[in-house]
């Protein structure tokens, strides 16, 4: 993508600076796409309680996820908010919400879709006020009763979809075999405050199948990198694939042209929220104005905490890193002497990076 050269200005140290290619599913172009999604999201964030829930799929359907991505994802995440929601009127009698992100990968790149879903302790009754849910914070749903439904809703969607495309037959025996198998919904226990579940949630966005970070060293056409193993406690290990088959692994997890990826449901979609009028009720206080009143304190102070930034200027507040300040001597200025055309990296160039010298000899 080309860059730029740059030098401080006061210890002479040389650093390339990429230029970013934007693209999602790139290792290093997300960080700051992920920090502004959380600011963001935490002035709208509901001042309650959140359950953190996973939807999984079995393996026996990656096939049919192979042979048509989009139509699986979509299928998944309608599966989800049905059983979500359906959950939410015939337990509580209330519209509910739920904010979704897709994750398509475990740990060694192998295909593993899932849903990691964020459910707020509120929901919108049919009287027309809100109303706390969950059970004492220690569960939202009996999860034996959502991995029932989900499966049922999931692969009665699918066969519908399959049967209108005239494609049925093909993935027929492997969804018999997908009723017959356990499926899993992990919910845990509600968690602290809105800004913490936001920041917990943000582990979760703007992630691809694998950090730069994680990749230990590439020799001899093989690829070695970090991954937990949950079969043994979720103990790090190095694995090492050849380099076509990590290739082929980190290919599966490109998502269709323009799919969105992160979605909002019921009270969080952007529609519903306009046509509510925010009044909110704290557990164990019949007083609907009180949740209100807290929740447009929370937009004020926020609104006034966040004076008119720069995208530099927002960036290093969200992130504590000033891109033009020198990372090795903290006071100088790092400045462009030389735009990098598109070719691949110059040489020359230390492990880390950098190259020492003097910027007036340069």
């Known amino acids: 993508m080309g860059g730029h050269e740059q030098a401080c200005d006061q210890c002479g140290v040389v650093r390339y600076s990429y ?3 934007g693209d999602r599913h790139c290792p290093t172009c997300q960080a700051s796409k992920q920090a502004i999604w959380i600011d963001d999201l935490l002035r709208t964030t509901l001042p309650v309680r959140h359950y953190h829930l996973v939807f999984t799929v079995p393996h026996q359907l990656n096939g049919l996820c192979l042979h048509n991505g989009r139509l699986y994802y979509d299928t998944l995440f309608e599966a989800v908010w049905h059983t979500l929601r359906t959950f939410g009127y015939t337990r509580y009698g209330v519209e509910t919400g739920a904010l979704c992100v897709l994750h398509t990968w475990g740990q060694n790149l192998s295909l593993h879709p899932h849903l990691h879903c964020l459910v707020p302790e509120a929901g919108y009754s049919l009287s027309g006020t809100w109303k706390t849910i969950g059970h004492q914070g220690l569960y939202l749903y009996p999860v034996q009763q959502l991995s029932a439904v989900f499966k049922a809703a999931f692969l009665g969607r699918i066969k519908r979809a399959l049967a209108k495309r ?3 037959g093909l993935f027929n025996s492997v969804l018999q075999e997908a009723y017959t198998v356990n499926w899993v919904v992990h919910c845990e226990p509600s968690l602290a405050s809105p800004d913490h579940v936001v920041g917990y949630l943000g582990q979760y966005t703007h992630r691809v199948a694998i950090t730069n970070q994680r990749i230990l060293g590439i020799a ?3 690829v070695t990198f970090m991954a937990k193993d949950y079969r ?9 694939l050849d380099g076509v088959e990590f290739l082929r692994r980190f290919t599966l997890h490109i998502l269709p042209h323009r799919f969105v990826k992160i979605r909002r449901f019921g009270i969080y979609n952007h529609t519903l929220k306009r046509n509510l009028s925010l009044r909110f009720v704290p557990e164990g206080k019949p007083d609907i104005e009180a949740l209100e009143k807290r929740l447009l304190e929370k937009q004020r102070s926020k609104g006034d905490a966040a004076p008119v930034e720069t995208s530099m200027e927002r960036l290093e507040r969200l992130t504590g890193i000033n891109p033009c300040r020198c990372p090795i001597c903290k ?3 790092m400045v462009t002497i030389r ?3 598109r070719i691949r990296s110059p040489g020359g160039m230390t492990a880390s990076g950098y190259v020492t010298g003097n910027i007036a000899s340069i």
């Open 19 to 21: 230029n970013s290619c």
């Open 166 to 168: 005239g494609e049925l």
């Open 220 to 222: 001899e056409g093989k």
């Open 232 to 240: 043994h406690s979720g103990i790090k290990r190095p694995v090492t």
């Open 331 to 333: 006071k100088g200025r």
């Open 339 to 341: 735009t990098l055309p």
